[in-house]
């Protein structure tokens, strides 16, 4: 964790609080335009300072917004990592809310078959395709 006046990468400061995995995936997502702070689009080599609202977003789930709470170059254990930002109440509940609707939602279909078919119920099925089209 870094002092108060201290400017840190956004590329870095994402991977550092592990939101990404690798910094090139941090770069590639600020590049397509996933990540905003104070609302504006911005580059990789923006910095990055105590305050600033930061919005992810990701594909399939609510955005996220966080405001950070404190600086980081490198990549620590998650509790130090988690430190590093607060998430907003509003992002926290929509957060929660596509997670209620994730869990009410129905089983994708073929869900119900169980497990993957195995060679022998493939070639049953590839049988009963090439009867029915004659």
Do not use: C
Request: glycine letters at 8%; a positive charge.
């Amino acid at each position: 964790m870094g002092d108060e006046t201290a400017k840190v990468r956004l590329d870095k400061w994402l991977w550092a609080a592990r939101f990404y995995k690798t910094r090139a995936l941090a770069t590639e997502a600020v590049n397509g335009g996933r990540v905003h702070v104070n609302g504006q689009r911005v580059k990789p080599a923006r910095d990055v300072r105590v305050g600033d609202a930061i919005e992810i977003t990701r594909p399939g789930h609510s955005p996220l917004t966080i405001i950070v709470q404190g600086l980081s170059d490198r990549r620590g254990p998650a509790t130090e990592a988690q430190g590093l930002y607060e998430e907003t109440p509003e992002s926290e509940a929509a957060r929660e809310k596509d997670h209620l609707m994730r869990k009410m939602a129905p089983p994708p279909p073929g869900a119900e078959l169980g497990s993957r078919p195995t060679k022998r119920d493939r070639r049953r099925y590839d049988d009963a395709r090439r009867r029915s089209r004659g």
